[in-house]
C-alpha cells in the first residue's frame, strides 16, 4: 500500500487547508485511515481516524474544526482542517492500517501564523 499526501501549506490563523492522502489501492480493503502529525521535538500524535465501519475518532485538540472523509470511488482521504491555529502547525501524515501492517504516507508541512 502506497500512500501520496498533498495539501499543506501555509495559512493565517482562521483560515482552512484541506489535506489529501491518495492511496495506492482500494481503500475499502483498509481497516483504518488516519491523519496524524509532528513537530519538531514531539511525538507523532493522532490527529483523526476513520474506520472501514464509518466510525471517526479526533484528538480533542481539533474536535470541531477538523472533519476525515474518505472518497472509496478516487481511494482519497481527506482532512478539512477549519478554523486553523498556530498550534496546529506542523508536518502531517497519512497512515493506513490493513490487518497487522501499517503504512505510512510521506510527511505534508502546514504552517500556520498568527
Known amino acids: 500500500v502506497q500512500l501520496q499526501a498533498s495539501g499543506g501549506g501555509s495559512v493565517q490563523a482562521g483560515e482552512s487547508l484541506r489535506l489529501s492522502c491518495a492511496v495506492s489501492?482500494?481503500?475499502?480493503?483498509?481497516?483504518?485511515m488516519a491523519w496524524y502529525r509532528q513537530v519538531p521535538g514531539k511525538q507523532r500524535e493522532l490527529v483523526a481516524s476513520?474506520?472501514?465501519?464509518?466510525?471517526?475518532n479526533y484528538a480533542d485538540s481539533v474536535k470541531g474544526r477538523f472533519t476525515i472523509s474518505r472518497d472509496d470511488v478516487k481511494n482519497t482521504v481527506y482532512l478539512q482542517m477549519d478554523s486553523l491555529k498556530p498550534e496546529d502547525a506542523a508536518v502531517y501524515y497519512c497512515r493506513a492500517e490493513r490487518g497487522r501492517f501499517a503504512y505510512w504516507g510521506q510527511g505534508t508541512q502546514v504552517t500556520v501564523s498568527s
Open positions: 476513520s474506520g472501514s465501519g464509518g466510525d471517526r
Open positions: 489501492r482500494s481503500i475499502d480493503s483498509i481497516d483504518t
